[in-house]
């Protein structure tokens, strides 16, 4: 039975989904998957972070990354966490409430950082560009507010580099192209080092990954995707149920398996 969830393609727009908080629950879901630690661990990297840093981290959620972000720059750091998401932030807030950390979360667009022009040591954006359908004005709004030498690091994935094994492959084909399609940015991965080089930055890293998902996550997460899919014509009812009765029936055999590709792409301001 496929476990139900708001579409997550609707993170662009939190607070008018008709269930807010479950955005709140399939963040939790999704930090306790091995990607999510993947790409926490390749960004904190990237960051290149410093004892008394200042750092930005856009689309910040439920502010599991911002409060990493906050203990490695240290009492003498701060770190800001902005989300277009009152609901992302209540939750944010109320997770470091007592807390000493050098933190605070603002309500705020990506496209329009209310900061001035170079206030930030590094900025940061996990898993939000493929949600936003300016990416390259945000990616401008932190270059803006980063410091000379500052670096940036997005990261996100890449929804047409999933893959399952299913012995019908234009069915998993077909499936997968159109689950991406109803992502605002479904090829936001492949497109970040573009938008990096017409950014201006400079000194641009780039690291892919394939993270494993397990048949629980994998409905979490594609049920609402692929039922959209349906509503739009992308895909039938019928082709559906047979991409998901292969699935049920590889997890019944023990040999589920899906990958998702992502990216992590960082850059130097000059
Ligand atoms: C998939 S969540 C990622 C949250 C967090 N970065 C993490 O990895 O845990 C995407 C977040 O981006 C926020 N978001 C979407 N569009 C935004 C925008 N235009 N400006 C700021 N935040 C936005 C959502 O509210 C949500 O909290």
């Not at 998401?85 to 605070?104: D, F, H, K, W, Y």
């Not at 022009?117 to 945000?138: I, K, M, N, T």
């Amino acid at each position: 039975m496929k476990k139900s969830t708001d579409d997550v393609t609707q993170f662009h727009s939190v607070d008018q989904a008709k269930n807010p908080t479950s955005f709140v629950q399939f963040m939790d879901t999704s930090h306790a998957q091995q990607t999510a630690q993947s790409y926490r661990q390749e960004m904190m990297e990237q960051l290149a972070l410093k004892d008394g840093a200042t750092i930005l981290d856009v689309g910040c959620g439920t502010g599991q990354d911002t409060q990493d972000l906050a203990h490695a720059v240290g009492p003498h750091g701060r770190v800001v966490g902005i989300d277009s998401s009152e609901t992302m932030l209540q939750e944010a807030r109320a997770r470091v409430a007592g807390m000493q950390i050098p933190l605070e979360y603002v309500l705020a667009d990506a496209t329009q950082l209310p900061f001035a022009d170079a206030s930030f040591d590094g900025c940061q954006a996990s898993r939000v560009f493929g949600h936003l359908r300016e990416p390259a004005q945000a990616l401008a709004e932190m270059v803006r507010v980063a410091r000379p030498g500052a670096r940036i690091v997005l990261a996100d994935g890449d929804l047409d580099l999933t893959v399952v094994d299913i012995p019908d492959r234009s069915l998993a084909r077909k499936i997968v192209h159109a689950a991406c399609d109803q992502m605002v940015q479904g090829w936001m991965g492949r497109q970040m080092p573009r938008l990096f080089k017409q950014a201006g930055l400079i000194d641009i890293r780039v690291e892919g990954r394939l993270m494993p998902l397990d048949y629980t996550f994998f409905q979490i997460a594609f049920s609402g995707i692929l039922q959209g899919a349906r509503t739009a014509g992308a895909v039938s009812a019928e082709e559906l149920t047979r991409f998901w009765n292969a699935l049920e029936q590889a997890e019944q055999e023990q040999h589920f398996f899906a990958r998702v590709g992502g990216f992590v792409v960082s850059g130097r301001k000059g």
